[in-house]
């Protein structure tokens, strides 16, 4: 198959997200020291929201408030005040993948590039413009903004429609989470790579077109995948 249009998830796709990292940078500005027990107990909480506003039974705000509620209750703070500097410290601490620049590089002016991304709006932008990869892309669609997350088909739709309305079979979509960018392409109608972290197993029903490990074995794979 030949590409001419290849779309991106963000989180552990393009950048790093190191959510334990982020919130004990956050939090030392409250004078709170974070544990990983602590983590654990956020993460447990965070993932069932993030579920359920995958699935659309919440919306991006009731997330964002919701996972910090019993932290702002215990700090005497609005649960919207540490979202927001959660992301803050989320955009301060980022950093590309692993081989990240160097396949966005050596795409960018063959394929026209795009981002569908479930994350927040705050911080997807401030992150394209701290590591530059902003001019790559040719279409941005944040979840949070049409108010639909993936693997609805409505960021689909926004991102093909962003880049020209594109053949589908020309359209390439890669991401680390099966359940929303891989199921997502495929109930969308396009192909899939699911870019597969360490320790990550598959999941029966979901079958992506490609599995690579890192960025390094995409851009091998995508070699002789781009249309000249």
């Not at 004990?24 to 993030?50: C, I, P, R």
Request: proline share 3%.
């Amino acid at each position: 198959m030949q590409y001419t249009h290849i779309l991106f998830d963000a989180d552990e796709t393009l950048f790093s997200f190191n959510a334990y990292l982020g919130l004990k940078t956050m939090l030392l500005n409250y004078g709170v020291e974070f544990s990983e027990q602590d983590y654990q107990g956020y993460k447990d909480d965070n993932a069932a929201l993030w579920v359920q506003y995958q699935n659309g039974e919440i919306n991006a705000e009731t997330l964002q408030v919701t996972r910090f509620t019993k932290l702002a209750e215990e700090l005497n703070v609005k649960p919207q005040e540490l979202n927001d500097a959660f992301l803050d410290a989320m955009a301060e601490i980022c950093q590309p993948l692993l081989g990240a620049k160097a396949l966005l590089e050596s795409l960018h002016g063959k394929v026209k590039l795009g981002i569908i991304t479930n994350g927040f709006t705050k911080l997807q932008q401030k992150r394209l413009a701290h590591t530059g990869f902003a001019d790559y892309f040719e279409a941005l669609i944040i979840s949070e903004q049409i108010g639909k997350a993936k693997p609805a088909p409505e960021p689909f739709e926004a991102a093909l429609a962003k880049l020209g309305n594109p053949d589908k079979s020309k359209v390439l979509m890669v991401g680390d989470t099966l359940e929303s960018d891989v199921l997502g392409a495929s109930r969308f109608g396009i192909d899939s790579c699911w870019l597969q972290h360490e320790g990550v197993e598959g999941k029966n029903g979901v079958e992506p077109t490609y599995t690579v490990s890192s960025l390094y074995e995409l851009a091998e794979l995508l070699a002789d995948k781009i249309a000249a």
